[in-house]
């Protein structure tokens, strides 16, 4: 069966390029140009990935992600945005988006995060993760996407688990930003992604780590990071 990707974005000229090229790779493309209209088409026929532009004009996306997430826990969402505030990004991610493109950005790029992130679907039958990993006193559910923390649940997104879960299959030995990128985002390495950094921002918190003196995921300055469970 084909993958249902809903797009809600407001701009016919890139709805219909996003349709024409995701169409062209074998997705089944919907859309929708409100962010009203976007929530009822996903609850009526939930997709299995969503690209949501941030400007809308009834609500923003910020508004419109917190709605998807809280209905469909599992939802992958891609946010597209125009700004390139690190702060904007962040809240884009706290409001329960797995992954952000900055406009102008490339389709190629788009696609090339699509694709991972459904391969990277597929092979978790065949993960060697247990459902269940601890780290510290934390303890993950990776098929709820549930994590447990400081007596707190906090619902992850496919991409915090994906990144734990890579981390957590090495554990104690350093991930390189260019390997995260092309594992769980499929994308090459360029100088200005951060993509990874702004995902172990969030997941610290979440795991109660201090930021300037984590106790699980430590970074490994100009590589990456490795996760000490």
């Known amino acids: 069966m084909k993958r249902k990707v809903l797009v809600i974005e407001d701009e016919p000229d890139m709805v219909r390029g ?6 062209f790779e074998g997705f089944d493309v919907r859309s929708a140009s409100t962010g009203a209209e976007g929530i009822a088409i996903a609850a009526a026929d939930p997709p299995q990935m ?17 709605k998807l997430r809280a209905a469909l826990p599992q939802l992958l969402i891609i946010m597209l945005t125009a ?9 884009g991610l706290d409001a329960g988006a797995d992954d952000y493109v900055t406009k102008p ?28 990993i601890r780290i510290g006193d934390a303890e993950l559910d990776t ?3 549930l994590l ?12 915090e688990v994906e990144l734990l879960k890579l981390l957590f299959e090495r554990a104690g030995a350093p991930v390189s930003r260019d390997e995260i990128l092309e594992k769980i ?27 300037k003196s984590p106790r699980h995921i430590l970074t490994v300055y100009g590589f990456g990071y490795k996760l000490v469970p």
């Open 18 to 23: 996003l349709r024409d090229a995701m169409s």
């Open 50 to 66: 969503v690209i949501l532009d941030l400007m809308l004009p009834d609500m923003n996306g910020y508004q419109v992600c917190e």
């Open 83 to 91: 700004r390139h505030q690190e702060a904007d990004k962040i809240r």
């Open 105 to 132: 950005f490339s389709v190629g790029e788009l696609l090339a995060r699509i694709n991972a992130a459904f391969r990277r679907i597929d092979l978790i039958e065949s993960s060697s993760v247990a459902p269940r």
């Open 143 to 145: 098929k709820k996407h």
């Open 148 to 159: 447990v923390a400081n007596r707190r649940e906090h619902q992850l997104s496919f991409y």
């Open 185 to 211: 985002w499929g994308l090459a390495a360029a100088p200005t992604n951060r993509t990874v950094d702004n995902f172990i921002v969030k997941l610290r918190r979440k795991l109660g780590d201090d930021p």
